[in-house]
Structures are given as structure tokens and as C-alpha cells.
């Protein structure tokens, strides 16, 4: 990707990130990361992770989907360099 999507401060949009790319997003927050798969790829593709990007004090920042892993904590590293290269 040539341009990084713009983020302002306090949006919050749904991602899907693989292998070191961000392959689907969405700004529809009233879906359940369940459902934005779902619509995005019917089930969580082997190796990818799904959460939740925020822009919050200038930093845009991944918090990973409870739902799928049964916890909601910040991304990985790896996860969080792909995120920040896509969005700003």
C-alpha cells in the first residue's frame, strides 16, 4: 500500500491482519469481530489475528479480539508494525 489510511483521534475500526499485512478492515464498530469475519472471510483465516485499531493520544494502536482469543490485550509487536504501516 502507497498511502496509509487516516486515522483522527478517537477512531476506532475493525481489522484483520496476516502475515505481516493488514488484509481486511472495517469502520462498521457495530459488528462483533465474529461478524466481520464472517462477512470478511466466513471463518479466521490459519495464522491470522483480529481486533480492534484505535487512534488514541497521536498512536494508532491494536488491541486484540476477546472473542477469538479469549483475552483483549494490546497486539503483539509484529501485529502493531503492520497496523501502524497501514493506518496513520
Known amino acids: 500500500m502507497s498511502e496509509k489510511i487516516k486515522m483522527h483521534e478517537g477512531d476506532t475500526i475493525l481489522i484483520m491482519v496476516k502475515d505481516g499485512q493488514v488484509i481486511h478492515h472495517s469502520w462498521n464498530m457495530c459488528l462483533p469481530h465474529v461478524e ?4 470478511a472471510t466466513g471463518e479466521l483465516p490459519k495464522g491470522a489475528w483480529v481486533g480492534t485499531a ?4 497521536g498512536e ?5 479480539s476477546k472473542h477469538f482469543f479469549g483475552y483483549q490485550l494490546p497486539a503483539p509487536v509484529e ?5 501502524r504501516g497501514f493506518f496513520e
Request: net charge positive.
Open 79 to 83: 501485529i502493531a508494525e503492520a497496523v
Open 60 to 64: 494508532v494502536v491494536a488491541i486484540s
Open 36 to 39: 466481520f469475519v464472517r462477512r
Open 54 to 57: 484505535s487512534k488514541l493520544h
